[in-house]
């Protein structure tokens, strides 16, 4: 067998692992839960045995959200104030509104997203 025949084996799938991690599930198996809190990531998956205490997501997942949150702001933003024309306390309420949800709901998937990419590039002692 030679190096490069080692590389390609050892080499996992990056996109079913970014989906399982989407999903907060396993990127080994997707069948564990990948957090066992809104943030925290779990030692190891109770479905395969994965240990996922190697990953340092650190800022990566705020990043993510901010960049992905503030594309889907600046959407609603010109579809809000083009079709209904609120005054600008409405205008604030609802985009702080659509603001935190956002962001709440994309946070913990783009930490799965970060922790799953490590994984599959084997990163950081995966």
């Known amino acids: 067998m030679t190096g490069t ?10 996109k079913p692992a970014l989906l399982k991690g989407l999903r907060l599930r396993c990127p ?8 066992h809190s809104y943030l925290k990531v779990n030692d190891s ?12 997501a650190d800022d990566g997942p705020a990043y993510l959200t901010i960049l992905v949150v503030g594309h889907i702001l600046g959407f609603a933003l010109h579809i809000v104030y083009t079709q209904m024309r609120p005054d600008p306390w409405t205008l604030a ?4 509104v659509i603001t935190v949800g956002a962001s709440l709901i994309m946070l913990p998937r783009m930490k ?3 922790v799953a990419y490590q994984w599959a590039k084997r990163m950081h002692g995966f």
């Open 5 to 14: 025949d080692v590389l390609h084996q050892d080499q996992r799938e990056l």
């Open 28 to 35: 080994n198996c997707g069948g564990g839960k990948l957090l």
């Open 45 to 56: 998956c109770t479905e395969c045995g994965q240990e996922l205490h190697h990953q340092r």
């Open 93 to 96: 309420i609802i985009m702080s």
């Open 112 to 114: 799965g997203l970060v």
